[in-house]
């Protein structure tokens, strides 16, 4: 009995189904769960057709190494045009006429991804999609190369940017070359905290023009653009550029405020000695608040356009836009894009005049998240 009991045991210990070891997590972006981000693919005429696209959603990180994504996208191609959302009644100088969006951003979010994340040997964010938002293998991986900005906002915000993101301004800006940011988009921005994406995280109408630490803020960003080349018919072509975003001015100056909606839900401001063309250089610009979640609208459009009508109801720059939240609830700002269809200004209706389209996106944050920008 006493020789046969080492193989008895040596038996059993094999047996014993060991636990596999406890899996390391993967570190959060800049330690950030929820991210509200703008990406697109912007290109020459000449080389994409006017193929322009632009999405804005949410990037949720886990420290399993996964992450999903939930965005609204729009494609030239596609012509989206702009709806009504809610009537702007501030009163004074702010023409009473609707705020418009782009058409599906009232709605739910239209396209998802689910995939995984990690970091390369220089320090970029890796994120791979692998699945679209049902779970459904997508035909090929999508891949994305993000460069990290941690520390903003005394650390309680981060930036993702894709290589090409910042850089000098001015028309023809680098066009990186195919799988140098992602495999579909060549550019984009982002922002990170641990604040929820809900809507008990956006900060109101209200806030923004009395709150002593954002009416007084100069928010500015950068923009990169898909548009024409000249204002002159005959020789315009397509160009992407990369201009400012926001400007110097804010939201409760003393001599020509912002004013608020009846309804506490948008606000209006009349912006003179604009770049707006003809004798009248006043800008009228529109902000709201719409559905769930971070978002909120921007619409702009020169006064000269409207010949002397209180609205101009045509070829207006529409913006959605998610709010930038940092982990101590303090708003700081937006990311957004612009998806501008070209309509004829007698119908209403897109007329195909694919080089007056202007596709984009921004980012517009507070001196807290700024990088160095020309001004």
Same mark, same amino acid.
Request: proline share 7%; hydrophobic share 35%.
């Given at each position: 009995?006493?020789?046969?009991?080492?193989?008895?045991?040596?038996?059993?210990?094999?047996?014993?189904?060991?636990?596999?070891?406890?899996?390391?997590?993967?570190?959060?972006?800049?330690?950030?769960?929820?991210?509200?981000?703008?990406?697109?693919?912007?290109?020459?005429?000449?080389?994409?057709?006017?193929?322009?696209?632009?999405?804005?959603?949410?990037?949720?990180?886990?420290?399993?190494?996964?992450?999903?994504?939930?965005?609204?996208?729009?494609?030239?191609?596609?012509?989206?045009?702009?709806?009504?959302?809610? *009537?702007?009644?501030?009163?004074?100088?702010?023409?009473?006429?609707?705020?418009?969006?782009?058409?599906?951003?009232?709605?739910?979010?239209?396209?998802?991804?689910?995939?995984?994340?990690?970091?390369?040997?220089?320090?970029?964010?890796?994120?791979?999609?692998?699945?679209?938002?049902?779970?459904?293998?997508?035909?090929?991986?999508?891949?994305?190369?993000?460069?990290?900005?941690?520390?903003?906002?005394? &650390?309680?915000?981060?930036? +993702?940017?894709?290589?090409?993101?910042?850089?000098?301004?001015?028309?023809?800006?680098?066009?990186?070359?195919?799988?140098?940011?992602?495999?579909?988009?060549?550019?984009?921005?982002?922002?990170?905290?641990?604040?929820?994406l809900d809507r008990t995280s956006r900060a109101?109408?209200?806030?923004?023009?009395?709150?002593?630490?954002?009416?007084?803020?100069?928010?500015?960003?950068?923009?990169?653009?898909?548009?024409?080349?000249?204002?002159?018919?005959?020789?315009? *072509?397509? +160009?992407?550029?990369?201009?400012?975003? &926001?400007?110097?001015?804010?939201?409760?100056?003393?001599?020509?405020?912002?004013?608020?909606?009846?309804?506490?839900?948008?606000?209006?401001?009349?912006?003179?000695?604009?770049?707006?063309?003809?004798?009248?250089?006043?800008?009228?610009?529109?902000?709201?608040?719409?559905?769930?979640?971070?978002?909120?609208?921007?619409?702009?459009?020169?006064?000269?356009?409207?010949?002397?009508?209180?609205?101009?109801?045509?070829?207006?720059?529409?913006?959605?836009?998610?709010?930038?939240?940092?982990?101590? &609830?303090?708003?700081?700002?937006w990311v957004g894009v612009e998806a501008f269809?070209?309509?004829?200004?007698? *119908?209403?209706?897109?007329?195909?005049?694919?080089?007056? &389209?202007?596709?984009?996106?921004?980012?517009?944050?507070?001196?807290?998240?700024?990088?160095?920008?020309?001004?």
């Amino acid at each position: 009995m006493t020789s046969i009991l080492p193989a008895i045991m040596a038996l059993v210990a094999a047996l014993v189904v060991t636990a596999p070891p406890a899996q390391a997590a993967t570190p959060l972006p800049g330690g950030k769960s929820n991210w509200v981000v703008s990406a697109g693919y912007l290109d020459l005429a000449a080389k994409n057709n006017y193929r322009n696209w632009v999405r804005i959603g949410y990037y949720a990180f886990q420290t399993n190494g996964t992450v999903t994504t939930n965005y609204w996208a729009w494609n030239q191609r596609e012509q989206p045009q702009r709806v009504d959302t809610m *009537t702007a009644d501030c009163g004074g100088n702010v023409p009473t006429c609707p705020i418009r969006t782009v058409d599906g951003f009232t709605g739910d979010p239209t396209g998802g991804y689910q995939g995984t994340f990690d970091y390369t040997s220089d320090g970029q964010l890796a994120v791979t999609w692998t699945k679209n938002a049902a779970g459904t293998a997508l035909p090929q991986p999508i891949t994305e190369r993000w460069n990290i900005t941690t520390g903003l906002a005394s &650390g309680r915000a981060a930036r +993702i940017t894709s290589p090409t993101y910042y850089g000098a301004y001015g028309n023809n800006v680098e066009i990186p070359a195919q799988g140098t940011f992602s495999t579909t988009a060549n550019f984009g921005v982002g922002y990170g905290s641990n604040a929820p994406l809900d809507r008990t995280s956006r900060a109101t109408m209200s806030q923004l023009l009395t709150d002593p630490r954002y009416n007084a803020e100069p928010y500015r960003g950068a923009f990169v653009v898909a548009k024409a080349s000249s204002s002159d018919p005959a020789t315009r *072509t397509g +160009i992407v550029g990369r201009e400012g975003a &926001g400007g110097n001015w804010t939201f409760g100056p003393a001599s020509n405020p912002w004013k608020p909606c009846t309804s506490g839900q948008c606000m209006g401001w009349l912006q003179p000695n604009t770049s707006c063309s003809g004798t009248d250089k006043d800008r009228v610009r529109y902000i709201g608040e719409i559905g769930g979640g971070r978002r909120n609208i921007e619409e702009y459009w020169c006064q000269s356009l409207a010949q002397g009508k209180t609205c101009y109801p045509y070829n207006s720059h529409p913006r959605p836009m998610l709010q930038i939240i940092d982990d101590a &609830g303090e708003f700081q700002g937006w990311v957004g894009v612009e998806a501008f269809t070209h309509v004829d200004t007698k *119908t209403g209706l897109p007329d195909s005049s694919w080089v007056e &389209g202007y596709w984009g996106l921004f980012d517009m944050v507070s001196a807290a998240l700024q990088p160095e920008l020309p001004n």
